[in-house]
C-alpha cells in the first residue's frame, strides 16, 4: 500500500493549482490533504472526503481573501 499525501499552499481561491490538487484527489482518493490555510467555499467538490489539515495560520485568515 503506498501512501501518499497532498500538500498545497493554499485554499483561499480556486484557480488553477486547485484544479491540479482536485486530479491528484481523484487519482489519490485517501490521500491526506495539507495546506496551511483553507476556505471549505474554495476546496472542489471532489476533494470533499479527503481529510484537511491546516496550520494554525488558520486562525489568521478572514475568509474574505485577507489575512
Same mark, same amino acid.
Given at each position: 500500500?503506498?501512501?501518499?499525501?497532498?500538500?498545497? @499552499?493554499?485554499?483561499?481561491?480556486?484557480? #488553477?493549482? @486547485?484544479?491540479v490538487v482536485e486530479?491528484? #484527489?481523484r487519482i489519490w482518493p485517501d490521500a491526506r490533504i495539507f495546506a496551511p490555510i483553507a476556505d471549505p467555499a474554495t476546496i472542489g467538490p471532489s476533494l470533499g472526503d479527503h481529510p484537511l489539515t491546516v496550520s494554525p495560520l488558520q486562525r489568521l485568515y478572514r475568509n474574505d481573501g485577507r489575512y
Open positions: 500500500m503506498t501512501r501518499v499525501v497532498l500538500v498545497h @499552499e493554499r485554499f483561499t481561491e480556486r484557480a #488553477g493549482s @486547485e484544479k486530479e491528484f #484527489g
